[in-house]
C-alpha cells in the first residue's frame, strides 16, 4: 500500500467527529487486517488504514522477506555506521511491502538477566551502548520513511511472567540504567514507544502517570505517540488520563474485551476522559501517517 499523507493537525481536526478521533487511537481487533496491528480509514480527512508491523529483526509476518541481524550481535562490532545501515535496510524493506510503522528498536529487556528470553532483540547490557544503537537504529528506519518504535516501555526485563509481574526500581536506578536508552530513542525522534505488559511498582506500565506522563511526556520530552504492547491495557478512563494514545490491537487476543472505542467515547462523554486529551491522542497518533515523525503539535 502507498505511503500515505495527512492534512495539517489544525484543519483535520476541525473535521473530525468524536467518534473519528477514538477510531484513529483505536485499533480495529486482533487478526482482523493485513498488520499485526490495524487502524480503520477515516473517510472525512481522507485518512488511510494504518499498517504496524514487528518487528526487532525486520518485517515478522511476510513472504520473501529479510531477517536482519539481531540486535546483540548488531551491537557487538561496535560500529555505529553498520548498525545504522542495519536499520536503513530495515526501513527500506518495511516502505517498500507498504507498512507504516515498524516495531523496532528494542532496548527492553536491557539485558540484565542473561536467561531472559527476548535479550538478543536488545543491544546488551550496557545502557551507553544501547543508547547509541536505539538511536542509529531509529535514525536509519525513519530516514528510509518508515516510522519507528522504541519498546518497551519500561523495566520489561523477562519473558516468564510478564502479563503479571511487578518490575521495581528506585530512582537513580531507573535514570541511569533502564530509562538511559530511551532518553536516546526521544532524542533521535522517534515517532513512538510501545508500553510493556509489567507493572512498575505496583501499577501496569500503560497505565502509569508517573512512566509514561512524568518520565516519557514531561521529563523527557517525548512528542511522539504511546501505544500499548498487544494487549497490554487494562482500563478505559486511567488508560486514557496517564499518557497512553493509542491502543493495540484494539482487542484482547480472543475479540471479546475492547477498552476503548466505544468505551472511549463514553468516557468522554461522560466527563471522565476531557476531549482535550482526546484530541492530544489523535495529534499525537495522527502523525503516524506522515512520511517522516513531526511529534504532537
Request: charged share 15%.
Amino acid at each position: 500500500m502507498p505511503l500515505p499523507t495527512r492534512a495539517p493537525s489544525n484543519a483535520a481536526l476541525a473535521k473530525l467527529s468524536l467518534n473519528d478521533k477514538v477510531n484513529i487511537v483505536t485499533g480495529v481487533g486482533w487478526d482482523k487486517g493485513p498488520c499485526v496491528g490495524n487502524t480503520p480509514a477515516i473517510n472525512s480527512i481522507s485518512y488511510p488504514q494504518l499498517c504496524i508491523q514487528d518487528g526487532p529483526l525486520g518485517i515478522r509476518f511476510g513472504k520473501s522477506v529479510n531477517a536482519f541481524t539481531p540486535g546483540i550481535q548488531a551491537a557487538s562490532t561496535w560500529d555505529r555506521a553498520l548498525i545504522r545501515e542495519r536499520g536503513k535496510f530495515m526501513g527500506e524493506e518495511t516502505k517498500g511491502v507498504g507498512v507504516h510503522v515498524l516495531l523496532s528498536p528494542v532496548a527492553g529487556p536491557l539485558g540484565k538477566h542473561p536467561a531472559g528470553g527476548r535479550n538478543w532483540e536488545g543491544f546488551g547490557a550496557d545502557p551507553y551502548l544501547q543508547g547509541i544503537a536505539m538511536a542509529e537504529t531509529i535514525e536509519g528506519i525513519q530516514g528510509a520513511g518508515v516510522q519507528a518504535n522504541a519498546k518497551h516501555f519500561i523495566l520489561n526485563e523477562q519473558e516468564l511472567n510478564r502479563d503479571f509481574i511487578s518490575s521495581t526500581a528506585d530512582d537513580r536506578t531507573m535514570h541511569e540504567l533502564y530509562l538511559w536508552p530511551f532518553a536516546d530513542a526521544v532524542h533521535a525522534n522517534v515517532a513512538s514507544v510501545m508500553c510493556s505488559y509489567n507493572k512498575i511498582n505496583g501499577t501496569w506500565a500503560c497505565e502509569n502517570d508517573g512512566i509514561m506522563n512524568k518520565l516519557l511526556k514531561q521529563e523527557l520530552g517525548f512528542q511522539g505517540y504511546v501505544m500499548t504492547d498487544w494487549n497490554a491495557q487494562h482500563t478505559t478512563q486511567q488508560a486514557a488520563n496517564t499518557g497512553l494514545d493509542m491502543t493495540m490491537p484494539g482487542s484482547d487476543f480472543n475479540g471479546g474485551t475492547i477498552l476503548w472505542g466505544p468505551k472511549l467515547s463514553q468516557a468522554v462523554n461522560s466527563g471522565q476522559v476531557q476531549q482535550s486529551r482526546v484530541d492530544d491522542m489523535r495529534q499525537c497518533a495522527g502523525n503516524a501517517q506522515d512520511q517522516y515523525p513531526r511529534g504532537c503539535p
